[in-house]
């Protein structure tokens, strides 16, 4: 059973870069053709979609994000990171990773499985 | 960029009620519209996928229609367990991107 754990600082100050890593335990992140993605939610508010990463490193950002974000694989750590820069207090949320559902018959589009999340404050 | 209308905003209903809520979107989606449920404090949870797929390990009460722009969540008979907000989500293949609705808090009568 594939799990995601999101981990990184809870408090970044303004201007300055976020950034979160997610670990996937019980499968490899290399396996099948997933999609892994970034969401984040402030509090109290809906879900935003960041974007998504490839195994093969081919990445879709949220266009009103993309100018600020950068999303990794690194396949040896079973793991894929979020940057995003320039921070405000706009950028506090809980930040989720999700993997996209696949089965033999292709990609559904939909995110079935999803980390704990983690919140991150922007403040000084 | 395809924007999604989710109604009603919050729905009050009791135990036993049929529930419906709506999502729309701004152009044809085809069937890339998948329904989850979020209760306070936690991660969303998949309901339905490729607008009518029931996931593994959800009740049966719940089910999706709709294709193009209309899509519609139903929750044939409402249990005490449902009480939560409900998020639709599109994916636009031609930006390769996703949007969620605005979601829909359904709350106790």
């Known amino acids: 059973q594939v799990q995601l754990q999101e981990s990184g600082p809870g408090l970044v100050k303004p201007s300055q870069t976020l950034s979160l890593t997610c670990t996937v335990s019980?499968?490899?992140?290399?396996?099948?053709?997933?999609?892994w993605s970034w969401i984040r939610q402030p509090a109290g508010k809906g879900l935003e979609w960041i974007g998504r990463i490839y195994t093969s490193g081919s990445t879709n950002y949220n266009p009103s994000l993309k100018s600020r974000v950068t999303i990794s694989v690194d396949t040896s750590k079973n793991q894929f990171s979020l940057k995003l820069s320039s921070v405000t207090a706009a950028d506090t949320a809980v930040y989720y990773c999700?993997?996209?559902?696949?089965?033999?018959?292709?990609?559904?589009?939909?995110?079935?499985?999803w980390g704990q999340g983690t919140m991150v404050t922007v403040s000084s | 960029d395809i924007q999604m209308t989710q109604s009603p905003s919050t729905l009050s209903a009791s135990v036993g009620d049929r529930v419906t809520i709506t999502c729309r979107a701004s152009q044809s989606i085809s069937s890339w519209l998948a329904w989850y449920q979020q209760k306070p404090g936690k991660a969303p949870k998949l309901l339905i996928y490729?607008?009518?797929s029931l996931e593994s390990g959800v009740p049966s009460r719940f089910s999706g229609s709709g294709s193009g722009t209309e899509f519609t969540l139903t929750i044939s008979s409402l249990q005490p367990d449902d009480f939560a907000t409900y998020y639709c989500?599109?994916?636009?293949?031609?930006?390769?991107?996703?949007?969620f609705g605005q979601g829909t808090k359904v709350e106790i009568k």
């Open positions: 999700a993997r996209d559902k696949c089965n033999n018959s292709g990609c559904t589009r939909a995110f079935d499985i």
């Open positions: 019980g499968g490899s992140i290399s396996s099948g053709s997933y999609y």
């Open positions: 490729k607008a009518s």
């Open positions: 989500q599109q994916y636009n293949s031609y930006s390769l991107t996703w949007t």
